[in-house]
């Protein structure tokens, strides 16, 4: 399964959402950070397993989009990814925006990142209709656009989807499936959900919205998560607890089975 996670400006909080997800997941997953402006993945973890080391320098995503143009297999991103916890393996973004000048077309990645074997969390960053990763959002099985709950943020996304909607459709031959996420504290969460469902549901792109996310505001626990502390205790930090649920939204959403419950039973 491909989510590929994205925002608009004055709405940030992709890699953060997208790094919640990968690590949120009871399955291998690997989270890609395709953010053609550079990316901050790579400086904000303690890697792997929290002990505070850097990832190597190489491979980044433009090794996997490089490769992805010859050798494309299921097994091709995993193996281009740095452990960062048991089950969480990481592509980080290249450094700076002038490093993916050679990258002419990023659909061999996408398509790259489709076939994965492993569950793929891309991290596109801010993303508009002609952005060179739409290859990678029409892929996706389902996007999710990370918003904040504020009246003006909601208002870009909302125009943002009409305008990405029909042109995700037409490279898809189908709607796309998009679930917008807004970042906001726990105890209001119910609430802020209602208000900015109501908000987009006057849009356009109505049809194409599978239900409104949330992701905890919770800056003490992100601190935790790049840091790769996710497992025990820490997995029960907001950010994280309210990353499980999205997942699991994500996944009804583009129509897959619910996780079996440890123990047998239905999720
Ligand atoms: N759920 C959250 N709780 C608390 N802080 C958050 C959350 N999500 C994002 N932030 C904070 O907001 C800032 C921007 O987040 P992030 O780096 O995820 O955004 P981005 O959209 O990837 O931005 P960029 O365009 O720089 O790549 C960071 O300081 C991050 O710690
Ligand atoms: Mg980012």
């Known amino acids: 399964m491909l989510i590929a996670v994205c925002c608009d400006r004055g709405a940030p909080g992709s890699t953060t959402t997208a790094l919640a997800l990968g690590v949120s997941t009871p399955e291998p997953a690997v989270v890609v950070e395709v953010d053609p402006y550079g990316g901050d993945l790579a400086l904000r973890c303690a890697a792997p397993g929290g002990r505070g080391e850097a990832f190597p320098p190489t491979p980044t995503v433009l090794t996997l989009a490089s490769e992805a143009r010859t050798m494309l297999s299921p097994g ?19 450094f700076s925006a002038e490093q993916a000048a050679g990258v002419k077309t990023w659909a061999p990645l996408a398509q790259a990142l489709r076939d994965s074997a492993s569950r793929v969390v891309a991290d596109l960053g801010r993303i508009h209709s002609s952005s060179p990763t739409i290859p990678v959002a029409a892929a ?20 943002r989807l009409e305008r990405l909607a029909p042109v995700l459709a037409n490279i898809r031959n189908a709607p796309p499936v998009i679930v917008p996420v807004v970042v906001t504290p726990k105890r209001i969460a ?21 239900g409104v996310g949330w992701i905890a505001f919770d800056p003490d626990g992100v601190e935790l998560m790049y840091g790769a502390k ?23 959403a583009v129509g897959v089975r619910a996780y079996p419950a440890p123990g047998g039973g239905a999720a």
């Open 76 to 94: 091709l991103v995993t193996s281009k990814a740095h452990e960062f916890t048991e089950s969480t393996r990481i592509v980080p973004g290249h």
């Open 140 to 159: 996706a099985d389902v996007v999710v656009m990370v918003t904040r709950p504020e009246v003006g943020a909601v208002m870009h996304l909302k125009d």
């Open 190 to 210: 119910g609430g802020v959900v209602d208000e900015v469902s109501q908000m987009l549901a006057p849009s356009n792109a109505a049809g194409v919205i599978a």
């Open 230 to 252: 996710v497992g025990g205790k820490d997995a029960k930090i907001p950010v994280l607890r309210s990353a499980v649920v999205l997942n699991e939204q994500l996944n009804q």
